[in-house]
């Protein structure tokens, strides 16, 4: 019994006998991804719609701050089973979910340049991304 209860008091007390590391950092592990396009989307959102969560572009169709077509809601309900429609594009919590569904595993300049569409005007569109995310 006394044996044990000795033991008992060894373990608690040990950590007085301990010295105190030499080094004054300690390690914190990197969660990946989170908040990891946060500058994109500002950026985008300032390219797209000057921040604008009521934007509407008529030649285009397009609406919000992400500025989103119809035919990438179609898109992205049909690869999520979601049900949005367009308008909820207006709702930027919901825009920025389709906006990061699109963007993820890509790079900032992939899932802007794919963002915008296809071909050579992606690269002028990059560009002005690219300003907004230097500034």
């Known amino acids: 019994m006394i044996k044990k209860l000795l033991l008992v008091i060894l373990f608690l007390f040990f950590h007085i006998l301990s010295p105190a590391p030499t080094v004054n950092t300690i390690y914190i592990p990197m969660i990946p991804n989170i908040n990891y396009y946060e500058p994109l989307i500002k950026a985008i959102v300032i390219v797209e719609s000057s921040g604008n969560s009521k934007a509407y572009n008529k030649i285009e169709g397009a609406i919000g701050a992400f500025q989103i077509r119809q035919c990438r809601i ?61 500034s």
């Open 74 to 134: 179609k898109h992205y309900n049909k690869l999520t089973g979601k049900n949005y429609t367009h308008e909820d594009m207006y709702d930027f919590n919901k825009a920025k979910e389709v906006f990061l569904y699109f963007a993820s595993g890509k790079s900032f300049e992939q899932a802007a340049k794919s963002w915008n569409g296809s071909g050579p005007m992606t690269i002028n569109y990059w560009q002005k991304v690219q300003k907004v995310l230097d």
